[in-house]
């Protein structure tokens, strides 16, 4: 695995036909259309991937399955968090078997945590891991939002980067300037429409989740930024505000981004649309608006090639 870390790392959804099974066809269709995208990594089992959802058989099903079909074409991140710790050891020493290259770390949920006692965290957990790590910054699902003390102290652990889930980018840029003179160490976005700002600012990629469904759009927006295109640049973030404002704002539960997301893929006919308990796949007005919205999407894009 090459360092830095760097370019477009879908966090992959979890194609499933019920909570207790994988869409394997799916799966396979999906990962394949991720890869001949372009991306240049994928991570599974984040927020995207539903992964505090799933079973453990799932889980570990996931991501056997992901690194067999990847076949080390691009790197494969697993996210470990768990309530439990040492189910956060175990999952990652069952990466380490099947293939994984990395596994990412964000604060144990539900208890709120002080930033020492993640730290203490941290320090307990790391010497444990058979695999290199990331930090995953992600406040508004752990109800913390970690400090440079807490980043610098995953750096001094031996963490490759962290991904920036807060949507906060003055904190994201804090980052970036924090770390520009450790070039080993990188800094992504979760918050993929701060791409551009990212990489212009000396940054090194998005965790974008709409690669899953559009990858090429997100490689070229990536490597818009790096070229400094700006035309190119401003063209393609209208196509992602299109995503924004259609595909992951469909329907009213704050859930939407997840199951519009799953519900862009099926109707490009990719994988499965379940969303596991507790969340519920679209039907009726909000099924079918989101396949119009894919076509006006592929439409856009269409152009997009010609630019």
Do not use: W
Not at 15 to 42: A, R, T
Not at 55 to 67: D, G, I, M, T
């Amino acid at each position: 695995m090459e360092l830095p870390i760097r370019g477009i790392i879908p966090p992959v959804v979890t194609p499933l036909v019920n909570d207790d099974e994988l869409d394997e066809q799916g799966l396979n269709n999906l990962l394949n259309h991720i890869v001949d995208g372009g991306v240049h990594g994928i991570f599974l089992l984040g927020t995207t991937g539903e992964a505090t959802s799933l079973r453990y058989r799932v889980r570990r099903q996931l991501v056997e399955k992901a690194c067999l079909i990847v076949n080390k074409r691009v790197p494969v991140m697993v996210g470990i968090t768990d309530t439990s710790f040492e189910r956060s050891v175990e999952m990652a020493e069952f990466c380490k078997e099947v293939g994984a290259d990395m596994v990412v770390i964000a604060a144990p949920y539900y208890f709120p945590i002080a930033q020492v006692e993640m730290q203490r965290y941290l320090e307990d957990l790391v010497p444990r891991l058979p695999l290199p790590f990331m930090l995953y910054n992600m406040p508004s699902h752990t109800k913390i939002h970690f400090t440079k003390e807490t980043v610098d102290c995953a750096k001094e652990l031996g963490a490759l980067g962290i991904k920036d889930s807060s949507g906060d980018m003055l904190y994201l840029l804090s980052l970036i300037d924090a770390y520009k003179d450790s070039p080993e160490f990188s800094v992504l976005t979760g918050t993929e429409i701060f791409l551009p700002e990212t990489i212009l600012q000396g940054g090194h990629g998005a965790v974008a989740g709409g690669a899953n469904i559009f990858p090429r759009l997100f490689v070229d927006f990536y490597q818009a930024s790096l070229d400094k295109d700006y035309a190119k640049i401003e063209f393609l973030r209208r196509i992602v505000m299109k995503i924004y404002n259609t595909i992951y704002n469909v329907g009213t539960f704050t859930s939407r981004y997840t199951v519009g997301t799953k519900c862009a893929l099926g109707a490009l006919g990719i994988c499965n649309d379940y969303v596991a308990h507790p969340l519920r796949q679209f039907e009726g007005a909000d099924h079918q608006a989101m396949a119009n919205y894919v076509e006006e999407i592929k439409e856009m894009m269409g152009k997009a090639a010609f630019f």
